[in-house]
């Protein structure tokens, strides 16, 4: 399969790094997986998963990186999936939908700091 396409429609700017993800459905009493950022931003990251979660599948997942020692919890829905390894590999973008202003404070500071 092929990179995602189509119209730039991101707000802010994503940094490509690799963070440290525990994500879960919202509402589920399963336990966290664990995977890694593909990219990050103000709105929403890119992760490898190992599941096709379809468009709108609400998330939780627990971001760690050197902005937040305990991580930072966010809410979000599945904006796309997209095969990667034929059955076994994802990546699925996420938009974030519930971010408390402290939170995204500090992870809008950290982006601005790693993009100058």
Do not use: W
Not at 37 to 44: E, F, N, V, W, Y
Not at 48 to 59: C, L, Q
Not at 109 to 114: E, W
């Amino acid at each position: 399969m092929g990179a995602l396409r189509g119209p730039e429609k991101r707000q802010s700017p994503r940094l490509g790094v690799t963070y440290q993800v525990s994500y879960r459905l919202k509402d589920s009493a399963q336990a966290f997986d664990v995977t890694r950022t593909k990219d990050i931003g103000r709105g929403g990251m890119r992760l490898t998963v190992n599941k096709p979660y379809p468009k709108g599948t609400p998330m939780v997942c627990i971001i760690r990186g050197p902005f937040s020692i305990e991580g930072i919890e966010v809410e979000g829905e599945v904006l796309e999936a997209r095969e990667v390894v034929k059955g076994s590999l994802y990546e699925v973008r996420i938009k974030f939908s519930a971010l408390s202003h402290a939170r995204l404070a500090v992870l809008e500071d950290f982006i601005k700091r790693r993009l100058k």
